[in-house]
């Protein structure tokens, strides 16, 4: 058994062990703070439903597993934006620049924006609303270094920071993601780990939560309702993939994955993925989870996707989409996403 592979099995025993009974206690099941961490970013990782830990690399990484950045699907740089259409008419924006640092490795940065749109304004007064409206705002920002640590193991961390802001009150927080990949080869077994969004709990304050309070001897103060705090929605994913190369001309990648969750059921995932000289893609995931009681609840089912990549001179250009099935049809939504890269 090489060395390198040694490592990567050291490294993988040590963090399973630290971290699975963290990310997995589930003490507050639908209680976790910024839920908006939990939506996907880009078409590729939806549409295999987050199965290709183990092999995903690029600019799409930084949200899977941030260890895959410190491998560029172009020369230098690469920058991606994706729209997602998500149920209830909400839209999620996200935009990603990632570039070479020489042999230091790779360093990228993201803003994701979740857009719910107008929400009327109601109070403890006026329950049937008071004729004013305000705009919820979510912003994820992440600043992601990776690097290939030696030519089978590849590293990568994330950090970021977190902006909820609702009428008159905010939170604000900070999370770190962390990855490894083993890549076994062009064609062969590749191996992943990610775990995501560790970090300090988030408790929203501001001036929304000012209530006027009467005094026993008739006078008035202003006390701020002291609200809980929330912690992250923790999670471990171990992902195993395996990529089988023909002629040259083929791709055909598998990947599984387990990810233990701290907010939810834990999830089975299972994806297939194939590419024709690596410019036209096909892609198609399901997820299994474990409490089956959970698993008739969930909102999404499998998901599906195709690409188009193609080099125009110095630069590389990508086109790729992914629906994921919802299953409450009450909703009467697609949740639709499209991708553009480009690679410089």
Known sequence: MKLSFKIFLIILTILFAVNLTQAGPRKKLGTSAAPELLIPVGSIGTSLAGSNTSFQTGI????????????LNSPNVEAMFSHMNYFADMKVEYLGVAAKLGGLGVLGFGVKAYNIGDIEQTTEIQ?????????????????????????????????????????????????FDFGIQYKGGES????????????????????????????????????????????????LDLGIGYIYNYKKMMDFALGVSFQNNSFSSDEFKFGLEYNYKKMFYLRGSFTVYTDKSGSSEQLFGPSFGAGLHYPFGSVSLGLDYAYRVINESALNSTNQFFTLSLGF
């Not at 004729?131 to 270094?145: D, E, M």
Request: charged share 15%; no cysteine; glycine share 12%.
């Open 60 to 71: 799409d990484a930084m949200y899977w597993n941030p260890a895959g950045l410190s491998q």
């Open 127 to 175: 329950p049937e609303g008071t004729g004013a409206t305000f705009s919820p705002s979510y912003i994820v920002g992440n600043l992601t270094f990776a690097r290939q640590m030696t030519d089978r193991i590849r590293f990568g961390a994330n950090v970021k920071v977190i902006n909820e802001s609702v009428a008159d009150v905010s939170s604000t927080g900070v999370g």
């Open 188 to 235: 062969g077994f590749n191996f992943g780990i990610a775990i995501k969004n560790l970090g300090p709990s988030m408790t929203f304050n501001g001036s929304g939560l000012d209530r006027t309070i009467l005094l026993p001897n008739g006078q008035q103060t202003i006390q701020r309702v002291v609200l809980q705090s929330f912690d992250l929605p923790t999670a």
